[in-house]
């Protein structure tokens, strides 16, 4: 079993930033593909962004150039930096994990809420 902590969340003004963390413990070894998702209210869950244990990150659209995913092996912890934000950023961001190299993430964090002003 892989246990997800996440923290860093807020509120934060249009323009700020954010960086969320997410200590992973257990059997972290398992683990292959991390990554982060977000639920708006009203909304489905996200894929916001993945990296591989190589290294290799993936984005959404919707927050390339602004966001910043990455991990450290050392800490066992992942990252998410938030650039630029904006309200419809807005939601519950989720670090999530997997112990396969596809399919869905068998790992999910409790989410920590990030709330943008206008």
């Known amino acids: 079993q892989v246990q997800l902590l996440e923290s860093g969340g807020g509120l934060v003004q249009a323009g700020g930033s954010l960086r969320l963390s997410c200590a992973a413990s257990?059997?972290?070894?398992?683990?292959?593909?991390m990554g982060w998702y977000h639920q708006a209210p009203g909304k489905q869950r996200e894929l916001v962004a993945t990296?591989?244990?190589?290294?290799?990150?993936n984005y959404d659209d919707s927050v390339k150039g602004r966001f910043t995913i990455s991990r450290d092996s050392a800490k066992n912890t992942l990252y998410l930096q938030m650039n630029s934000l904006k309200p419809e950023d807005t939601a519950v961001y989720y670090c999530?994990?997997?112990?396969?190299?596809?399919?869905?993430?068998?790992?999910w964090g409790q989410g920590t809420q990030v709330t943008v002003s206008s």
């Open positions: 990296i591989t244990t190589g290294g290799r990150a």
């Open positions: 999530v994990a997997r112990n396969r190299d596809y399919g869905s993430y068998n790992y």
């Open positions: 257990g059997s972290i070894f398992s683990i292959k593909t």
